[in-house]
């Protein structure tokens, strides 16, 4: 039994704040804004996860109303989403996420952010595919008010 699971996420780009992409925190001028750390990428995935098994969003496992998740960890929130897809005794066939940002160039920063995913998912290099684009210049991403991410999904029955 397989299931196919889908996620996106936006977070706006402020002064000030970190850029943390994939666990990995990225020299820039501008971080994105949200009550975690505002990983849209690791966003992204978890709600692919979750979304594979109807199992609902990261809004409703962590509301951004809990002052537990203030400038949380997220792959501390993707390792406890791993969990509960361990508990349905799924585990992950592959994911293929893109991020799509103007600034900065994220190329040498993809490997790490596969290591860690995967890490924390169980699972092999080779099932982790993490891409980056930018939207030419057109719209959110592309003025640099925001960067978004995509993630597909699929768990496989244990
Ligand atoms: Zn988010």
């Known amino acids: 039994m ?3 699971g889908h996620g996106y996420d936006v ?12 666990g990995v925190e ?3 001028t501008l971080g994105l804004l949200g009550h975690s750390d505002a ?3 690791l966003h992204a995935i978890s709600d692919a996860l979750l ?3 109807a199992l609902g969003d990261i809004g409703k ?11 949380a960890d997220s792959l501390e929130l993707l390792k406890q989403v791993v969990a509960l897809i361990q508990q349905e005794n799924y585990k992950l066939g592959n994911l293929d996420a893109i991020i799509i940002a103007q600034k900065p160039k994220l190329a040498d920063y993809i490997p790490e952010m596969r290591q860690n995913i995967a890490q924390v998912c169980h699972a092999d290099l080779s099932q982790i595919s993490i891409k980056a684009t930018t939207e030419e210049r057109l719209g959110f991403t592309g003025e640099e008010k925001g960067i978004s991410a995509h993630c597909v999904a699929l768990l496989i029955h244990c």
């Open 11 to 22: 977070h706006r780009l402020v002064p000030e704040r970190k850029l943390i992409l994939g």
């Open 2 to 4: 397989i299931r196919i």
């Open 51 to 53: 979304g594979a098994l």
């Open 61 to 71: 496992h962590f509301p951004d109303t809990d002052p537990a998740y203030k400038n």
């Open 39 to 41: 990983d849209v990428l």
């Open 26 to 28: 990225i020299p820039h």
